[in-house]
């Protein structure tokens, strides 16, 4: 990971570290719990489309030439995943919906 994305990222798993895991495990049923019950047909399907869609993402960005991949400074290609899975996320909760 580059330096400037190191120091960006490390306070926010710094700060999650210092949450005890009984609080966030609180929170968790407490907010998601809801929301995985109505949408129980996308969380597991989340749990099958994801893996293959970074999967399938970082092949295609292997085969890209590389005039278009040193576009991306070294380092920072994690942040190419965010927009992935959440695309990957909203495509698989679309699908539950629309049944």
Do not use: H
Not at 10 to 16: D, R
Not at 31 to 54: H, K, R
Not at 71 to 99: H, K, N, R, T, Y
């Amino acid at each position: 990971m580059a330096p400037a994305l190191r120091r960006k990222i490390k306070p926010i798993i710094e700060l999650m570290e210092a949450l005890p895991t009984v609080i966030l495990g609180f929170l968790a049923g407490l907010f998601f719990a809801p929301f995985m019950e109505e949408n129980l047909a996308a969380t597991f399907s989340i749990l099958v489309v994801l893996p293959v869609g970074i999967l399938l993402f970082a092949y295609l960005w292997s085969r890209l030439p590389q005039k278009v991949s040193w576009l991306v400074p070294e380092g920072w290609q994690p942040l190419l995943l965010i927009p992935v899975i959440v695309l990957l996320a909203w495509f698989c909760l679309a699908l539950s919906l629309s049944d």
